[in-house]
Nanobody
């Protein structure tokens, strides 16, 4: 099973990006749980997560600005990021768990917020 993350890029402060994480197999084999990010010199931190039923949880720093959602038919999870600021700059990783209870990570997508 592979996770393909996409949607990162360079955006100005106040701008928006939408990240996508698609699994190569169905939700019966792998459940995408959410997004993490890691900035240079910092530990990886949880940004947002979502259950298979759509219940969500967010880091305090992104509440009200980021929205996580999922399309179970496509086994894809999205992260809509609005009102971005330079502190949001990081490599964003999606996280999943397989039916064998293996933890999986996407390859990461770079988000840079700069004027």
């Amino acid at each position: 099973v592979q996770l393909q993350a996409s949607g990162g890029g360079l955006v100005q402060p106040g701008g928006s990006l939408r990240l996508s994480c698609a699994a190569s197999d169905s939700i019966l084999s792998v459940l995408i749980k959410g997004w993490y990010r890691q900035a240079p010199g910092k530990q990886r931190e949880s940004v947002a997560n979502i259950t298979g039923f759509g219940n969500t949880n967010y880091a305090e720093s992104v509440k009200g600005r980021f929205t996580i959602s999922r399309d179970n038919a496509k086994n894809t999870v999205y992260l809509q990021m609005n009102s971005l600021n330079p502190e949001d700059s990081a490599v964003y990783y999606c996280n999943a768990i397989s039916h064998l209870r293996e933890e999986l990570w996407g390859q990461g997508t770079q988000v840079t917020v700069s004027s």
